[in-house]
């Protein structure tokens, strides 16, 4: 199972960007899906996290209200749209795919870079 991460880049303060993860490769069932991030110096955070059937969301207080994570069950693909980005938001962000009948999840994507500038 390969996890295709894209759609990072530069945006200014108040800006948007929409981050897709694309799944390909052997088909398995997944539980969830999630976005996470690390900034430099920092440790990986969780960001945002959906459930693959029923498609609720949960999301860290630290983006509630400005992202939104969503599916497309036909492309296999997840999206983090961002919203009224901060320079706090910057960091490198990685989809995670969750399987069905495990306790965390087991498939890591290579990341993308959002740099928000003030």
């Known amino acids: 199972v390969q996890l295709q991460a894209s759609g990072g880049g530069l945006v200014q303060a108040g800006g948007s960007l929409r981050l897709s993860c694309a799944a390909s490769g052997r088909t398995f069932s997944r539980q969830a899906m999630g976005w996470f991030r690390q900034a430099p110096g920092q440790e990986r955070e969780f960001v945002a996290r959906?459930?693959?059937?029923?498609?609720?969301?949960y999301y860290a207080d630290s983006v509630k209200g400005r992202f939104t994570i969503s599916r497309d069950n036909v492309k296999n693909t997840v999206y983090l749209q961002m919203n009224s980005l901060k320079p706090e938001d910057t960091a490198i962000y990685y989809c995670?795919?969750?399987?069905?009948?495990?306790?965390?999840?087991?498939?890591w994507g290579q990341g993308t870079l959002v740099t928000v500038s003030s």
């Open positions: 995670a795919a969750q399987s069905v009948g495990k306790g965390q999840y087991d498939y």
């Open positions: 959906i459930w693959w059937s029923g498609g609720s969301t």
